[in-house]
């Protein structure tokens, strides 16, 4: 599956913004979705994950409570709200695809999105 992220952007602590991540090919709603983050000089960090059903959801602690997952099978789309965003979420967020994928960490994520640079300001 092809995936591109989208939502991006510029904001100031305490403001949300909401990612979206497009797929296309007729297999999405057979796959778990997972968002995850990259900063300059660190490693990918997972941040949150949705089975292919949309029942279960999983989220790093870091991000827990104010971000939320969720995904839309009929548009084949999966989104990322984010809310009281802080400094240290500043990262390029991608969201990839897997099986059996929502509580593995990388290993078993198969198809990337190109990410999408989301920069908060203190």
């Known amino acids: 599956v092809q995936l591109q992220a989208s939502g991006g952007g510029l904001v100031q602590a305490g403001d949300s913004l909401r990612l979206s991540c497009a797929a296309s090919?007729?297999?999405?709603?057979?796959?778990?979705m997972g968002w995850f983050r990259q900063t300059p000089g660190k490693e990918r960090e997972f941040v949150a994950s949705i089975t292919w059903s949309g029942s279960t959801t999983y989220y790093a602690d870091s991000v827990k409570g104010r971000f939320t997952i969720s995904r839309d099978n009929a548009k084949k789309t999966v989104y990322l709200q984010m809310n009281s965003l802080k400094f240290e979420d500043t990262a390029v967020y991608y969201c990839?695809?897997?099986?059996?994928?929502?509580?593995?960490?990388?290993?078993?994520?198969?198809?990337w999105g190109q990410g999408t640079l989301v920069t908060v300001s203190s």
């Open positions: 090919g007729r297999t999405f709603s057979s796959y778990d």
């Open positions: 990839a695809a897997g099986v059996g994928a929502v509580y593995s960490g990388e290993s078993r994520y198969v198809d």
